[in-house]
């Protein structure tokens, strides 16, 4: 079982917040990413990661922002949260091998 | 750019029988191939992978078929059981460094 952990599982936050979801791997992995995904549909890459002071933006447009100090630790920030935020957030990471391995998720949902 | 979401296709099998699950995917190129499943609440988790020399792979219940010349792939689960039920991903890798490029999508509903 992969050791990447996601915290909270589960948010109900209001309009205009600022929060941050946490994703943490002791996997000493390099490459790490953020997916969003509805319920039901695809995964599309937000953000990614391919070590330390190295962040990207990925397909899909979004407001939110990552950063990378430590090798283990990749969170994504959402500085005024919307209704349109409303998602689940998945993390995960990936060493030389070709599998990622995925986080819980996140489920953020903005009233 | 950005994709259109898609509503994912179901699979409903009868408990018992062998359940197949299709993708078709872009890149002639790719060198290997990974299925994933997930169940609901959860993340994604790996299940098999395939290189692109190979033309069939074998695991636990699983087996995954790869015809290059269609490009398509195919996950196989014999004797379907209601753990079984989750959404199923095969996903190709975009570049050397590692992204993915995920496909649709397959609900597998597993009926007793």
Not at chain 1, 58 to 71: A, F, H, K, M, P
Not at chain 2, 52 to 61: C, F, H, L, V, Y
Not at chain 2, 90 to 106: H, I, N, V, Y
Request: aromatic content about 10%.
């Amino acid at each position: 079982e992969a050791d990447i952990y996601q915290t909270p599982r589960y948010l109900v936050i209001g309009t205009g917040k600022k929060i941050t979801l946490e994703c943490s791997q002791t996997m000493g992995h390099d490459k790490m990413y953020w997916y969003q995904q509805d319920p039901g549909m695809e995964l599309h890459l937000i953000h990614y990661s391919y070590g330390v002071n190295s962040t990207e933006k990925g397909d899909l447009s979004s407001e939110s922002t990552v950063s990378r100090i430590r090798t283990e630790h990749f969170p994504l920030t959402l500085e005024s949260a919307r209704p349109s935020h409303t998602s689940q957030y998945l993390c995960a990471s990936k060493d030389r091998d070709h599998e990622q391995y995925f986080g819980p998720g996140t489920r953020l949902t903005v009233t | 750019g950005e994709s259109v979401g898609l509503h994912l296709p179901t699979l409903s099998v009868q408990e018992g029988d062998n359940s197949i699950i299709n993708c078709a995917y872009s890149n002639s190129a790719s060198d290997y191939f990974i299925w994933y499943k997930q169940e609901s609440g959860k993340g994604p988790q790996f299940i098999i992978d395939i290189r692109s020399n190979m033309d069939k792979r074998q695991g636990q219940r699983v087996t995954v078929l790869l015809n290059k010349t269609v490009k398509h792939l195919s996950l196989q689960i014999a004797a379907t059981q209601p753990g079984d039920s989750a959404v199923y991903f095969c996903a190709e890798p975009r570049d050397s460094w590692g992204k993915l490029q995920f496909g649709a999508g397959t609900q597998v509903v597993v009926t007793p």
